[in-house]
């Protein structure tokens, strides 16, 4: 490496983010291929198995075993390799999270009109026509709609929830499901 070559790393270093599981300094391109396929093996990873995924020549197998176990101690891959799991678990949360978000925001929208299609019903009906049962059953299915989706996004979004299974009432919810008996 020219004195160049060494500055212009230097400098990258310095100013880019350095992850452990990318190549090290050192560290030949057969190594870090070697670390790769190790990586790629998931949480039952050995340096045997790596091996064995990479070699279909069963006599080449305990030469490479040797020069990748070297490695492995000299360039930390089991760190790396932990560190690089963890990091694609954050991604993965990261997107599970505004899919969850969004499925939230997507049930909220939809019950929000559900709500406005039975008001705008309920004002365009004569209460005469309406039973008892019908009333109270449309007011309960959209709170209870309502509630789920809240609920929902409440332990989805915020980790909190109750562990009943039910919803519970919130503080500022109105239930009036009980303001139709006798209709």
Partial sequence: MTDIDRTIEEAKSEILPFESWERLAGESSMAFAAFC????????????RAVESTEKDEAK???????WRNWAAQFRWRERAMEYDRYVEKLKQGELRKTIEAQG??????????LQVVEKKLDLMDA??????TVTEWVQTAIKAEREALQSFDTNCLGSGNTNGKADMKQGELNFVSDFNGL
Avoid at 37 to 48: H, K, L, T, W, Y
Avoid at 128 to 133: F, K, R
Wanted: charged residues 40%; proline residues 0%; positive net charge.
């Fill in 61 to 67: 197998r305990g030469k490479r075993y040797r020069v």
């Fill in 128 to 133: 005469s026509e309406l039973s008892h049962g």
């Fill in 37 to 48: 396929a190790f990586r790629d093996c998931g949480s039952e990873r050995n340096v045997r």
């Fill in 105 to 114: 925001e997507m049930h909220r929208r939809v019950t929000g009109k559900m």
